[in-house]
């Protein structure tokens, strides 16, 4: 998620929140980067995931994609970096519960591909006004970051955990 223009930029499904998610949902949020921006804030919560899935990137594209991560870590501001930072966790949160809250009446999906289609649908035409954010249709933006510098903003590598169901060969 991109905190200063409040877009959802990056999303996987995955039936497990894994680093290989976490990978691809940055591959998405990173597509129109050349370069990680100056400034630049990777904020998430304590998932050791994140880390991994950043050095991999660094490995892979080198000091153009080397970006540290900073880890906000339980629901009080008893640190520096919670104070500063947990307002973008928050953020993802509700964010996070307001997709679920979209999703938890169908009961899960049949299939990975159905719950792709319904995360799509949703970051591209999704009712996210609690959250401060319109639809990519009309969308305008609200306010800027904090310091004014790019924030990316991820929950399970904004991998939500969608509910899969499996049904027995031949069922409809």
Same mark, same amino acid.
């Given at each position: 998620? =991109?905190? #200063?223009?409040?877009?959802?930029?990056?999303?996987?499904?995955?039936?497990? !929140?894994? %680093?290989?998610?976490?990978?691809?949902?940055? !591959?998405? @949020?990173f597509?129109h980067?050349?370069?990680i921006?100056?400034?630049?804030?990777? &904020?998430? +919560?304590?998932?050791?995931?994140?880390?991994? @899935?950043?050095? /991999?990137?660094?490995?892979?594209?080198? +000091?153009?994609?080397?970006?540290?991560?900073?880890? %906000?870590?339980?629901?009080?501001? +008893? =640190?520096?970096?919670?104070?500063?930072?947990r307002?973008?966790? /928050?953020?993802?949160?509700?964010?996070?519960?307001?997709?679920?809250?979209?999703?938890?009446?169908?009961n899960?999906?049949?299939? &990975?591909?159905?719950?792709?289609?319904?995360l799509?649908?949703? %970051?591209?035409?999704?009712?996210?006004?609690?959250? $401060? /954010?319109?639809?990519?249709?009309?969308?305008?933006?609200? $306010?800027?970051? #904090?310091? $004014?510098?790019?924030?990316?903003?991820?929950?399970?590598? &904004? /991998?939500?955990?969608?509910? %899969?169901?499996?049904?027995?060969? $031949?069922?409809?």
């Open positions: 998620m =991109d905190a #200063a223009k409040r877009s959802i930029i990056g999303y996987r499904i995955s039936q497990e !929140r894994d %680093v290989g998610a976490c990978i691809l949902a940055m !591959r998405m @949020a597509t980067f050349k370069k921006p100056e400034n630049f804030h990777f &904020i998430a +919560d304590g998932y050791s995931a994140y880390i991994l @899935a950043a050095q /991999q990137f660094f490995r892979e594209f080198g +000091d153009d994609f080397k970006f540290n991560i900073t880890q %906000v870590i339980g629901l009080t501001n +008893d =640190d520096e970096v919670s104070k500063e930072f307002p973008y966790k /928050q953020m993802i949160e509700r964010l996070n519960r307001t997709y679920k809250a979209s999703y938890r009446p169908t899960g999906f049949h299939n &990975i591909d159905g719950a792709n289609y319904d799509a649908l949703w %970051v591209a035409f999704g009712d996210r006004s609690d959250t $401060g /954010q319109a639809s990519a249709l009309g969308a305008h933006t609200h $306010g800027r970051a #904090a310091h $004014g510098a790019p924030q990316c903003v991820p929950q399970a590598g &904004i /991998q939500f955990q969608i509910q %899969v169901k499996h049904r027995a060969q $031949g069922s409809p």
